[in-house]
């Protein structure tokens, strides 16, 4: 079974230093991403040409390089002049930039060597939410949270999240709505948001979860559209009742579950708060368009 790839002629990526052809971008076999998924990435979705929050994603990948003890290639501002260009070669428009950071090529061993990261960043098109779960919300499922204890590090060492996703699928969800016990962490690939007696919900930032970008615009816009915000632990049985639960990340930006674990939440259809910051995140993108 063939895999659908992006047409490498057209995609133009930063690998090492250099702007290439995809198709030209060669990783060594025994680079520490490949042999030990030992990296941290970045995903920073572009409207109309502008990043959104380029300074804040820069931020959080010097905090997971620093936290996984990877060696930073470049200052803040050489990482914003690289994603500007590359967003430039790409041709503008809207666009997610995957940009990864991995501690190198060296000799199969767990201790960490001393040797140059590896550096790869590619664009492409950011689609459109779709309309489908845009008006019609999506189903998740609870499952227990079986990821590592540091997931505020943004790693490339995905494997739990992706057999969580792939569980929520297998069970005709779209999201997997994480807990450790009682308490709830966030999604599979997502920030997690309940509506309890008028007030959004979310946990507060831990390593127990992402300290999403995306997720703090969120906030931001819920308080700008009057409705009380409320950072602290949230206890599974209360999403279970929440009269609206929201996921957050920055391609899909802000969406309704409207389904968990097979009951409707709320009346089953995305809610009136979820729809005000809906509204006011399509202003805010507006706004970046027409800079």
Same mark, same amino acid.
């Given at each position: 079974?063939?895999?659908?790839?992006p047409?490498?002629?057209?995609? $133009?990526?930063?690998?090492?230093g250099?702007?290439?052809?995809?198709?030209?971008?060669?990783?060594?076999?025994?680079?520490?991403?490949?042999?030990?998924?030992?990296?941290?990435?970045e995903?920073?979705?572009?409207?109309?040409? @502008?990043?959104?929050?380029l300074?804040?994603h820069?931020?959080?990948?010097?905090r997971?390089?620093?936290?996984? %003890?990877?060696?930073?290639?470049?200052?803040? /501002?050489? &990482?914003?002049?690289?994603?500007t260009?590359?967003?430039s070669? @790409?041709?503008?428009?809207?666009?997610?930039?995957?940009? =990864?950071?991995t501690?190198?090529?060296?000799?199969r061993?767990?201790?960490?060597p001393?040797?140059?990261?590896?550096?790869?960043?590619?664009?492409r098109?950011?689609?459109p939410?779709? $309309?489908?779960?845009? +008006?019609?919300g999506?189903?998740a499922?609870?499952?227990?949270?079986?990821?590592? /204890? &540091?997931?505020q590090?943004?790693?490339? #060492?995905?494997?739990?999240?992706?057999?969580l996703?792939?569980?929520?699928?297998?069970?005709g969800?779209?999201?997997?709505?994480?807990?450790?016990?009682?308490?709830?962490? +966030?999604g599979?690939?997502?920030?997690?948001?309940?509506?309890?007696?008028g007030?959004v *919900? $979310?946990?507060?930032?831990?390593? &127990?979860?992402?300290h999403?970008? $995306? %997720?703090?615009l969120? !906030?931001? !816009?819920?308080?700008? *559209?009057?409705?009380?915000?409320?950072?602290?632990?949230? %206890?599974l049985? +209360?999403? !279970?009742?929440?009269?609206?639960?929201? !996921?957050? #990340?920055?391609?899909k930006?802000v969406?309704?579950?409207? =389904?968990?674990?097979?009951?409707?939440?709320?009346?089953?259809?995305?809610?009136?708060?979820?729809?005000?910051? &809906?509204?006011?995140? =399509?202003?805010?993108?507006?706004?970046?368009r027409?800079?």
């Amino acid at each position: 079974m063939s895999v659908a790839l992006p047409n490498e002629a057209d995609i $133009t990526v930063h690998f090492d230093g250099a702007f290439m052809p995809l198709s030209q971008a060669r990783v060594h076999p025994l680079d520490r991403g490949f042999i030990y998924g030992d990296g941290v990435y970045e995903v920073i979705p572009a409207y109309g040409g @502008h990043y959104l929050r380029l300074d804040a994603h820069i931020a959080r990948l010097e905090r997971s390089l620093a936290e996984a %003890r990877i060696a930073n290639p470049y200052p803040a /501002q050489r &990482w914003a002049e690289i994603l500007t260009e590359l967003l430039s070669r @790409h041709g503008g428009g809207d666009a997610s930039i995957y940009l =990864q950071v991995t501690r190198g090529v060296a000799p199969r061993d767990h201790a960490f060597p001393d040797c140059p990261p590896t550096v790869f960043a590619m664009p492409r098109v950011l689609k459109p939410v779709p $309309t489908g779960q845009v +008006e019609g919300g999506l189903k998740a499922i609870s499952l227990a949270d079986i990821r590592w /204890q &540091w997931c505020q590090i943004k790693s490339i #060492s995905l494997q739990g999240a992706a057999m969580l996703r792939q569980q929520a699928i297998d069970a005709g969800a779209d999201e997997a709505i994480l807990h450790r016990g009682r308490w709830v962490t +966030e999604g599979a690939a997502a920030n997690v948001f309940a509506v309890i007696d008028g007030a959004v *919900v $979310t946990p507060p930032p831990s390593n &127990w979860l992402l300290h999403g970008i $995306t %997720r703090d615009l969120v !906030l931001e !816009l819920a308080a700008q *559209v009057d409705l009380r915000v409320d950072e602290r632990p949230l %206890r599974l049985k +209360e999403l !279970l009742a929440a009269d609206e639960i929201w !996921l957050s #990340s920055s391609t899909k930006e802000v969406l309704a579950v409207t =389904q968990l674990d097979g009951a409707p939440v709320g009346d089953g259809r995305p809610g009136p708060a979820w729809r005000r910051v &809906w509204d006011a995140y =399509q202003a805010f993108k507006a706004d970046l368009r027409a800079q």
